[in-house]
């Protein structure tokens, strides 16, 4: 089978899908190939930090006025993605006191708004937060759902004609007379092989544009650098807290839904699927919070994973990953390698995309000779049906549509109050028989249970929905609960074990689920990301 595209994009996170967004709405025929689902590589596995920049504005300048720039854009273009939590940067009794002033000399200097507030303000603004805090400032950091970010780009770029496929993978980029001209890719799920041809190709593969880039002769370095975090099983802050000192490991507290997440730990590994999480780094986390918040090992943590930093360097020089730089490139194969019709766009943040996005497109247009401006720092990103897209996202928002009649029917997530509408209108719209697809929608199996109460009900809708065969339905609940343990099993002891306990009693004592015998329908080495 063939396609035929103008400009095909390699990579499904923010990035390719900024990219995407971006080409569409200046016009061009545009495509998009995704291994797995949408945002399940890096985009999917980090924090939730939407950056104020003042966390480099000591160290890389540059890249914290980049973050501020594009901060303020993206609240203006995606508000319905963003909680507006602000932040504060705290320096605790573990920091150095001469800090403070060359981080508040170095925002103001990079043009980051941050203000220095008294503790005591600081603890009725956050009274659980460490006592012994010496200095504080306000900063306007704020937290993002990176799914919501990404299906309003999907839901743009299609409206201007752009065409996604996810679960395709690319096995080998075509190419001709030093030319690349398109893609072999795989549907992964069907077996299916197909070919897509295309003017231009973008590797927008993130940690993995380094074996994208091979397919054509290139040599791109990427440092795969590994961050862990851990999700604990309550909100304990509304602000997003980030320790007011040199970025270390531990150093960041994200208020997400109703839980919070600490990261993270930096480590440079070999290969961009390593995502084992180590007994230290889960030990990191919380000695790290306990510095934040001195009860903080009083909570529970619900989970732990990890994902890879695409860093970029062109001569890799040491192993201290937070030493390279958190800036972008965009590489054009033909002046660097002498292959045409292919470029690559490496490192960045979450929080540029967009700004990466529009130097990506802008290279595109010079090398297709073509005048054709970005506008997407004008244009306001569609929101799911029945949400406001100019409004920031709150964390009660689905209670208050609950209480006013919005939000109505069985609940079947009693944790993140989703109900049976909502997955049957996700199961409607999908060609997929995969729980976490719903997951990353809705966040079902997102809360303090981790899915121990949810997952039957929905495989049971799925089942009813889809009319598929008892076998169908067992793999799909099968791969759901294997990729919630695997993120339960590094923070396995005291209610966290007790929980597993029970929820081990419910699918194995109740439900026979380890006497199925079924094989997964998914790769064993998917991992379940984010909460």
């Given at each position: 089978m063939k396609k035929q595209t103008e400009v095909l994009v390699i990579g499904g996170g923010i990035t390719g899908l900024g990219i995407l967004f971006d080409l569409a709405q200046r016009g061009f025929k545009a495509m998009l190939v995704e291994r797995d689902d949408l945002s399940t590589g890096t985009s999917g596995r980090f924090h939730g930090l939407l950056h104020s920049g003042g966390r480099y504005a000591v160290k890389d300048p540059h890249t914290a006025r980049e973050c501020y720039e594009e901060n303020t854009i993206l609240r203006r273009v995606i508000p319905h993605a963003i909680e507006d939590t602000g932040g504060l940067f705290v320096l605790t009794p573990d920091d150095d006191p001469a800090y403070g002033d060359r981080f508040a000399a170095a925002c103001q200097s990079a043009g980051i708004p941050v203000e220095e507030i008294d503790i005591a303000k600081m603890?009725?603004?956050?009274?659980?937060?460490?006592?012994?805090?010496?200095?504080?400032f306000t900063a306007p950091d704020a937290s993002v759902d990176t799914w919501d970010a990404c299906h309003a780009l999907v839901r743009g770029?299609?409206?201007?004609?752009?065409?996604?496929?996810?679960?395709?993978?690319?096995t080998d980029l075509l190419t001709r007379q030093n030319k690349v001209t398109g893609a072999a890719v795989k549907n992964?799920?069907?077996?299916?092989?197909?070919t897509i041809e295309a003017d231009m190709v973008i590797n927008a593969a993130g940690a993995w544009a380094g074996q994208i880039a091979r397919m054509a002769g290139c040599e791109v370095k990427i440092v795969p650098g590994k961050g862990a975090m851990v999700a604990m099983n309550y909100r304990m802050v509304n602000t997003l807290i980030n320790r007011c000192h040199v970025p270390g490991d531990g150093d960041i507290l994200v208020p997400v839904g109703s839980v919070a997440v600490i990261g993270t730990t930096s480590i440079q590994v070999s290969e961009p699927d390593d995502l084992r999480i180590e007994d230290w780094e889960v030990q990191r986390m919380l000695d790290e919070g306990e510095k934040l918040i001195p009860s903080f090992k009083q909570f529970r943590p619900l989970r732990a994973w990890a994902g890879v930093r695409p860093l970029y360097q062109e001569t890799v020089a040491g192993s201290d990953t937070r030493d390279v730089t958190r800036g972008h490139q965009v590489l054009d194969h033909a002046a660097r390698d002498g292959v045409e019709g292919f470029v690559s766009i490496v490192g960045g943040k979450w929080t540029t995309y967009r700004l990466m996005a529009q130097d990506t497109v802008d290279a595109v247009c010079r090398k297709l000779n073509t005048n054709r401006p970005c506008r997407t720092a004008d244009t306001l990103l569609p929101a799911e049906t029945g949400l406001n897209a100019q409004r920031y996202y709150h964390v009660n928002e689905r209670l208050r549509q609950r209480e006013h009649g919005e939000l109505s029917g069985q609940l079947i997530c009693e944790c993140e109050l989703v109900t049976r509408q909502q997955i049957e209108e996700k199961l409607a719209d999908s060609d997929t028989l995969i729980l976490n697809d719903l997951r990353r929608d809705l966040r079902v199996g997102m809360g303090p249970c981790q899915g121990g109460f949810c997952s039957y009900r929905v495989a049971g809708i799925m089942h009813r929905m889809k009319q598929i065969n008892p076998q169908q339905t067992n793999r799909a609940l099968s791969d759901f609960i294997q990729s919630r343990w695997k993120g339960v099993r590094p923070v396995l002891w005291g209610q966290g074990a007790r929980q597993m306990q029970l929820d081990e009693g419910i699918y194995f004592g109740l439900l026979g689920l380890d006497k199925l015998g079924s094989k997964r329908s998914v790769p064993s080495s998917w991992q379940g990301e984010g909460e």
């Open positions: 603890l009725r603004r956050e009274p659980l937060l460490n006592p012994g805090i010496t200095r504080a770029a299609e409206e201007y004609g752009a065409e996604v496929l996810t679960y395709h993978k690319v992964i799920l069907t077996g299916e092989n197909l």
